[in-house]
């Protein structure tokens, strides 16, 4: 709908219900200016006025307004159509949603008296637009390109955006965010076996992100998904926890709906309200749940047993062959992971549990939290949440398990049709656990993605702690949380349209703030914020310049010949210690066809992939030259990436974006500096390319900082290449740009 | 909830902290805020707080105790029989070296854990705390520069040898140890590709080109990162950076050590604490002798024991044994019990530690197991116990809880009891 039929409609529904309650008049602000408008609704200390002249409908601080109308507008009734015009079509433009931010984030300035930064420049646009969007700086190609459509397209910045979200870069940047959110490891047994590989799950999310499934059904997905982790990826949300629950459900909350109660797991929570029973509560959910088969499933002594005898009788010592007799064990042990359901539920309070309301020991039924405003009665709260379409089906499931306690207890041993009752029942909660959070009416998930996705773009959050929305009448601007999360909902959960909405607005495209932000002041959003890159970003950058755009096309896909060489059923009676040897066999050699992919050098960088199987993936003393989404997650100790911040995949958001001395020796003298100052890198190559001297400097900094460096920034290179000739000049002046804090932080 | 710095997301307050503590000079913030939640209740007065730097020899895939520091005479014995050590006590036949400085170092026998995992076990003996997939907890050498700030001026305050990796647990990553690889391969990085000259020119080329940005963006973040570079820069360019170097040691002390891993790790561990490094933990791994113990203990054990025995005698030497605890743990100890390979396996419920140096009493022997080993028969001696002894003999305030960024409260050791007898 374009603004003029939005007009229409105001009008159309303005003249259809003005003779209700609706007052229209001139209202007058603080320095006597008149307004005419319309007055739609008061909320917190936002008052909504539709602007006579122009039909929209404008949130204005009360504070703003003349002492008179501010006593006046508390006494007004809500205009009878409030709702629909706060709101946005539902089929509004990315532009026509963003200018509604930008309104919201306006409003807020205004309040608090503070002005809104300069809009930022087109180079300062497209190193930041590619560092958020596709994980990386723009190469020199992409950088020029944009400056000069950017200098007569008014719409080149939009353009890029869709371009950008349309990129593969998009993909390997959001899986990095998830998997630093969801602490995505290549090995996802929890129990200290390291047994089963995370591939499956890591291809999964990716796979997500390509196709932008809808974040609602992503997350029910993983909550819900059965089976083992090669068969459905998503079952690795479970399987990352595995003999963890608990822990898993303390993330779960916190990921996902945006409440802390890693505290309640152990005991009532200090600050909030959540209680520990609340928490087993929450847990009974997954009470039915496991992650491994055990010994009814499967005979695994018989089985080992088996294989021994044939490995034996084939002539195998199998005491001089204890390698060989633990691969068998980890196959076994591999395919013994899997998530599934079972008729009873085990949860029971904890053996310290010390609270009046239970016993150590007590079984626990099935209960979903509610968030209590702290100014509302929770029998208001529970009686909003009867008509909350999230809570109903979880509703009857209380009301059924409360029901089969019952009868339990009247009847210590209850007939077959009450216990296959309450088995179907505890098979199912997962999932119900899994709708109720999923729900575009529950109170917290669409504001919980909204939030992270809205900190992901301007390097902070709404509220003081990403992880907590509990009380968003906290956040530093009410009335856009709220908002967002309507926004949230009102694109179905789509992540790129709502990201492409938000790198729509100015509110974005501002110069980030210079100011150092004090502890724990609000912050409303007058531009971005400064901030370092992600480990992730540095490294795909420093790719960049090493190996141009093409590093978007190298991936490392093993997934489905990990699943096929790898998949054994256990509970197939039939299996016999043929098919477990051939298995193994089969596991050992991923391992050599993984190594047969690497070996190309620096020099083919740059080179379009003619044929991406034949190509070798290259390497720098020892480095494999790929986007972090592809290398080892986490990458392992000492690598650039755990250098620089990445994180260890233990806490959520756990990756670091501070300095420390290790790291600082590793920008000036480690081997990825190395790489960048080597004749053969792209960077230099794209040097070599250049007549003069001005020119070569040029490409420099458009390559590394994506500007043309100023006249006093031309003379010190000047002055630099004929102190040390060109040659290492030009590598002094690379190995220096690379080192700067313009190159690591993000304007 | 009135406490802003409680709402903060951890990210935020751990980049926070990192400012505030880069200007306090590595004093962090949270000091402020512990004591606002309790105070301290410290260690009985005159006991520890003599270990002015701590070096802990961490064995890693859990110490035979019967081979070692426990020997038996029965079934459980092993392939060697116990020897005599000085000052008074017995040991397990491998350990030679060690039986001739018997009088510098006390014996916990009475040690029991709950966890028979090597990672669970190796970060319970580290943080006094069981794994948790919702919080990291700090390692000793950061629980000390927390409460008691940085150790040298451009040197780390503390130094991990032979492990990959190292963190801060939930304190800001300033106070991380630093994390060496091999000690003949020193600090990482620290060598550039071109001459100091040139070094210097393109450090002054960075400062030059970056100076607009500097000017522009004056946040706390970037500041902190100027710093860590002009921190770097010192420590390159500082006398300091021969601790690292192993180069300088004279020839005696180098024989005294000899060329295993180990040993070289505990002379790297000795040089850095002599030049202003308060705490380094030197990793021996090969432990985990699930088959053929003898063998085993012959090359890790022996390899131990000359390395254990060298520190000790070359720290007398220097005169820096009374100001430096060394320390001896692993995850567990093994099977009393020698299984159908020759080897013991994991064994949580008994096994020894090993305290020397620092303020500790010599030839002294705390608490037993029975006759084979298998049960703690008097002063069992809890992980919590023992994380907390060490941080009582550096005098670390043990009973001092510290909040976390998530907002939940800590202590050195988890509220375990300093082994007050140990100390002389």
């Known amino acids: 709908m374009n603004a003029k039929k939005h007009l229409f409609f105001a009008l159309f529904v303005m003249c259809a219900t003005a003779a209700f309650a609706d007052v229209t008049r001139v209202f007058h602000d603080s320095q006597g200016r008149p307004l005419e408008a319309t007055f739609i609704k008061i909320e917190g200390d936002m008052v909504y006025l539709q602007v006579v002249a122009t039909g929209q409908t404008v949130p204005v601080p009360i504070a703003r307004l003349s002492v008179e109308d501010q006593t006046l507008v508390k006494t007004l009734v809500p205009a009878t159509n409030a709702n629909a015009l706060t709101s946005l079509a539902t089929n509004a433009s990315a532009a026509e949603a963003a200018a509604k931010i930008d309104q919201l984030v306006a409003a807020g300035l205004a309040q608090h008296g503070v002005k809104a930064n300069p809009l930022m420049s087109d180079e300062q646009f497209v190193r930041r637009v590619f560092l958020d969007i596709a994980g990386r700086i723009p190469n020199y190609d992409e950088t020029t390109a944009f400056l000069k459509k950017a200098g007569s397209d008014r719409t080149a910045r939009a353009q890029l955006i869709d371009e950008l979200l349309a990129s593969e870069g998009y993909v390997s940047n959001m899986y990095n965010y998830f998997a630093e959110m969801l602490r995505v490891k290549d090995r996802v047994d929890g129990g200290g076996g390291n047994l089963v590989r995370g591939l499956p799950y890591i291809q999964w999310i990716k796979d997500q992100m390509s196709k932008n499934t809808p974040w609602d059904r992503m997350v029910y997905a993983m909550l819900s998904a059965d089976g083992k982790i090669w068969n459905n990826g998503a079952t690795g949300y479970l399987l990352r926890d595995a003999g963890m629950p608990l822990d898993n459900l303390a993330n779960t909350l916190s990921v996902f709906l945006g409440t802390d109660v890693a505290c309640a797991q152990c005991h009532d929570h200090p600050f909030a309200n959540w209680t520990q029973r609340q928490f087993y509560e929450m847990a009974a959910f997954f009470g039915s749940t496991t992650t491994r088969l055990n010994g009814r499933d499967y005979d695994r002594r018989k089985l080992t047993a088996e294989v021994n005898s044939l490995m034996e009788s084939s002539g195998i010592n199998l005491t001089e062959n204890r390698n060989l007799t633990q691969q068998v064990n980890n196959l076994i042990g591999a395919n013994s992971y899997a998530v599934r359901d079972l008729p009873e539920n085990r949860t029971k309070l904890p053996p310290d549990y010390r609270y009046k309301d239970g016993k150590a020991g007590d079984p626990i039924l099935p209960k979903l939290i509610h968030w209590v405003p702290p100014d509302k009665q929770l029998k208001d709260v529970l009686r909003d949440d009867e008509h909350n379409p999230a809570y109903k089906l979880a509703a009857e499931v209380e009301k059924k398990s409360a029901a089969v306690k019952k009868t339990s207890k009247i009847n210590p041993s209850p007939t077959t049709k009450q216990s296959k009752a309450a088995g179907e029942m505890n098979e199912n909660l997962r999932s119900i656990f899994a709708a109720w959070t999923t729900h575009p009416s529950n ?305 | 909830m009135s406490n802003p710095f409680l709402k903060l997301d951890p990210a935020s307050r751990r980049e926070f902290m990192l400012g505030t503590a880069r200007t306090a000079l590595g004093v962090s913030v949270l000091s402020h805020f512990d004591r606002a939640f309790g105070a301290s209740a410290p260690v009985p007065s005159g006991v520890g707080g003599k270990a002015k730097s701590v070096i802990y020899l961490y064995m890693a895939g859990g110490m035979t105790h019967i081979d070692t520091w426990d020997p038996k005479t029965g079934d459980t014995k092993g392939a060697k029989d116990a020897i005599k050590a000085k000052g008074g006590f017995e040991l397990g036949g491998y350990m030679t ?250 064994y949580p419920k008994a096994y020894s530690t090993v305290f020397a140096g620092g303020g500790i009493k010599g030839g002294y022997v705390h608490g037993s197991t029975d006759k084979d080993g298998k049960e703690v028969t008097d002063k069992q001696v809890t992980v919590q116990d023992f994380i907390a002894t060490v941080g009582a003999a550096m005098g670390l305030p043990i009973a001092q809880a510290v909040m976390s960024p998530s907002g939940r409260p800590f202590t050195v050791g988890d509220k375990g009891k300093a082994i007050t007898e140990l100390f002389a």
């Open chain 1, 443 to 747: 109170p917290r998930f669409a504001m919980t993605i909204a939030n992270r996705m809205w900190a992901r773009a301007m390097g902070l959050s709404l509220t003081a702690n990403k992880s907590v929305v509990d009380n968003p009448d906290d956040a530093y601007n009410p009335p856009l949380i709220k908002h967002l999360a309507k926004e949230m909902v009102r694109v179905k959960f789509n992540l790129k349209e709502f990201l492409r909405i938000v790198y729509n607005t100015q509110t974005y495209q501002r110069e980030s703030t210079t100011d150092a932000l004090a502890m724990g002041e609000p912050y409303y959003f007058q531009g971005p914020v400064l901030r370092r890159m992600t480990a992730e970003q540095a490294w795909d950058s420093y790719m960049t310049l090493v190996l141009g755009n093409q590093i978007d096309k190298i991936k490392s896909n093993e997934v489905d010949l990990y699943g096929r060489s790898v998949d054994i059923d256990l509970s197939n009676p039939k299996l016999d210690a043929k098919t477990v040897l051939l298995k193994v066999d089969a596991v050992q050699k991923i391992g050599a066809k993984q190594r047969a992919k690497f070996g190309g050098g620096l020099s083919m960088a740059g080179q379009e992939p003619g044929e991406t199987d034949s190509m070798k993936i290259a390497t720098f003393d020892g480095m494999k030259l790929m986007r972090a989404s592809e290398l080892e997650q986490p990458a392992p100790a000492g690598h650039f990436l755990r250098e620089f911040g990445q994180s260890e995949r233990i806490l959520i958001d756990g990756g670091v974006k501070s300095g420390s001395v290790p790291q600082v020796l590793m920008m000036m003298n480690g081997r990825a500096q190395q790489m960048l100052t080597n004749h053969d890198s792209l960077i230099n190559r794209e040097i070599a390319r250049q007549a003069t001297p001005e020119k070569k400097v040029e490409v420099i900094f458009l390559s590394i900082l994506n500007r043309l460096p100023t006249a006093r920034e031309q003379d010190i290179a000047k002055k630099t290449i004929s102190d040390q000739g060109e040659s290492d000049g030009l590598v002094a002046i690379i190995w220096a740009l690379i080192n700067t804090r313009e190159f690591c932080f993000v304007q």
């Open chain 2, 97 to 346: 070296e060690m039986a001739k400085v018997g009088d510098k170092f006390s014996i916990v026998r009475s040690m029991s854990s709950k966890t028979g995992v090597h990672e669970a076990g190796t970060y319970v003996m580290h943080t006094g705390y069981d794994p948790r997939g919702t919080i990291v907890h700090p390692t000793l050498g950061s629980w000390a520069q927390h409460f008691l700030g940085r150790s040298h001026k451009t040197l780390p305050s503390s130094v991990v040898i032979g492990a990959g990796e190292a963190n801060a647990g939930f304190f800001p990553p300033a106070l991380a140890p630093v994390p060496i690889s091999s000690p003949d391969a020193g600090l990482q990085n620290a060598h550039s590709t071109v001459d100091e000259d040139t070094f210097k020119k393109r450090i002054s080329l960075m400062n030059e080109f970056d100076s607009a940005f500097r000017e522009k963006f004056k946040s706390g973040d970037v500041k902190a990162y100027t710093e860590f570079y002009d921190e770097t820069m010192n420590l390159l360019t500082s006398s300091d950076l021969q601790a690292f170097s192993l180069s300088g040691v004279d020839s005696a002390t180098k024989d005294l050590y000899g060329t295993g891993g180990f040993s070289r790790g505990c002379m790297l561990a000795s040089r850095l604490v002599q030049s202003g490094v308060r705490f380094v933990e030197v990793r021996l791994g090969g432990w985990d002798m699930h088959a053929g113990v003898d063998q085993a203990m012959g090359r890790t054990g022996a390899e131990m024991d000359k390395g254990f025995a060298a520190l000790i005698t070359d720290l007398k030497n220097k005169g820096l044994l009374d100001s430096t605890l060394i320390v001896m743990g692993s995850e567990f100890g093994r099977t009393p019990r020698i299984n159908e390979n020759g080897g013991r396996d994991h």
